[in-house]
């Protein structure tokens, strides 16, 4: 029977995060269940950063964004004996189970400890939207309207000066933030790991636009497909147009969490306890057609994220 379950975010930090903790030691106490704080994510707790949560600790940081757990990179929690070390920290006190939330990096440590006999369970919460057995990741939403709100900024600026505006938006291998939130904001252009373009072609289409009379435009491109600030100059000396370029940035991972977030953040918080309890282990939760399911850890690890649905790649290739 699981009565104390140890709770930690880890990898980068997304809006909605504090959201899933407070719900975690919510449903805990509703439970009878005790809930204890990681800090700093895998390194907290092999460096045994461990500390109960009560309810007041919580009750007020739902609408907080980062993580006040904290969250940190350690990859050397890939070796055994620094696992094994962090299993002992959660024996001294009896932990019976861990609820890790971030990203695919944080399964992966997830399912390395569930195979050496620590019941874990993921919740997913990442705003490049990248993981496997969900729709959609806690963060994502929030991230979404921070890119239109910046992208609606920036094309202020661009029209005022007939320029074309190049901005570089997070999801690292995925194109999900990029895809949805150039519709919503009305890109021009639109450049995604799907459906990769060479800088040859988008000038070519470039081109066509300012033989249509448009003064100025904006393109969307997702992080690492190009050097945008190299792009921005081949451009400009393409077309004799103003070309600039603009990282978005971190400014895409921080802020309060839009209500979405919140509520998503809490139904997976809850359901995540309640299977734990239930007796499942080494899963991951996700949300289906707005039902709250959960999958194999390694199942998800196994396979690569696909956009959100075909319906918003076929729209995307219809407007841009």
């Known amino acids: 029977m699981i009565k104390k379950i140890g709770v930690l975010t880890s990898g980068g930090d997304a809006p909605g995060m504090n959201a899933v903790i407070r719900g975690i030691v919510i449903t805990g106490k509703q439970l009878g269940i005790e809930i204890f704080g990681i800090k700093d994510g895998f390194l907290g707790l092999y460096k045994n950063k461990i500390k109960k949560l009560k309810v007041s600790k919580v009750f007020d940081i739902i609408n907080k964004g980062g993580t ?62 990248d993981v496997v057995g969900t729709d959609y990741t806690i963060g994502y939403y929030t991230a979404l309207e921070t890119i239109v709100q910046s992208i609606d900024k920036i094309r202020d600026t661009s029209a005022s000066h007939n320029r074309i505006s190049i901005v570089e938006i997070m999801g690292r291998n995925c194109g999900d933030l990029t895809l949805l939130s150039s519709i919503a904001s009305g890109c021009e252009f639109l450049v995604i790991p799907e459906t990769k373009k060479s800088k040859e072609k988008l000038l070519v289409e470039i081109k066509k636009r300012i033989k249509k009379r448009k003064k100025h435009f904006v393109i969307a491109i997702t992080e690492n497909l190009y050097d945008i600030k190299f792009l921005a100059k081949y451009i400009e000396k393409k077309t004799n147009r103003e070309t600039r370029a603009t990282i978005l940035g971190y400014i895409q991972r921080g802020g309060t969490p839009v209500v979405y977030d919140r509520i998503l953040a809490s139904r997976m918080a809850h359901y995540a306890v309640e299977i734990l309890k239930d007796g499942f282990s080494g899963k991951c939760i996700g949300i289906k057609k707005e039902k709250i399911i959960h999958t194999d850890i390694k199942k998800s690890l196994k396979n690569k994220k696909k956009n959100s649905t075909r319906y918003w790649l076929n729209l995307s290739k219809k407007l841009f």
């Open 68 to 129: 006040f757990l904290g969250s940190s990179r350690f990859p050397q929690f890939k070796k055994k004996k620094k696992r094994l070390i962090a299993i002992k920290n959660l024996q001294k006190r009896n932990i019976d189970a861990l609820i890790i939330i971030g990203g695919d990096g944080s399964y992966a440590g997830a399912q390395k400890l569930n195979e050496m006999g620590i019941s874990c369970i993921s919740i997913p919460s990442t705003i490049d939207n």
